[in-house]
């Protein structure tokens, strides 16, 4: 089962920009990749203007094979498996797939109201911070890490 989630870049002129992120949006992964290896601006609109995404890898990446055409388990395989590790796969750049381009908006507001939902959404503001709504409304990233510690240590 999959933990959906959106990522999201406020530009400097007030603009959003958002994509979908398929796998893996819960804190502990695309929450951590995004803070760790997309906290530069222009590093994240790289991400964006790919479009949606199947896996948020540490890099961007290069095209690669969205499936792998060998059996589970081969050698060719793991080559395959090996070759993407850490970096992002795309529904546009590595399935040729349509329909998932990034969405944009006019401005935070606009953004609010008119965003693609999902259980996680991340996004970086102007202020240079990644902010997360879990549902209950923006909050820094670094904070709802904190928060999720305590839980799991009470």
């Known amino acids: 089962m999959s933990t959906n989630s959106t990522i999201a870049l406020e530009f400097a002129n007030g603009q959003v920009g958002q994509v979908y992120a398929h796998w893996d949006g819960y804190l502990a992964h695309n929450g951590k990749n995004l803070l760790d290896n997309y906290s530069d601006p222009l590093k994240l609109q790289q991400l964006i203007d790919l479009g949606g995404l199947s896996t948020l890898g540490a890099e961007i990446g290069e095209k690669h094979e969205f499936d792998c055409p060998h059996k589970y388990g081969t050698p060719e395989y793991q080559e395959w498996q090996t070759a993407k590790e850490g970096m992002c796969t795309f529904y546009g750049r590595d399935r040729g797939e349509e329909g998932m381009s ?12 008119n965003h693609q939902y999902q259980e996680y959404e991340y996004i970086l503001r102007t202020d240079g911070q990644w902010y997360v709504d879990q549902g209950n409304g923006y909050e820094l990233l670094t904070e709802a890490f904190a928060k999720e510690a305590e839980t799991e240590e009470a």
């Open 102 to 113: 990034a969405r944009y908006f006019k401005d935070f507001a606009d953004y609010e109201q």
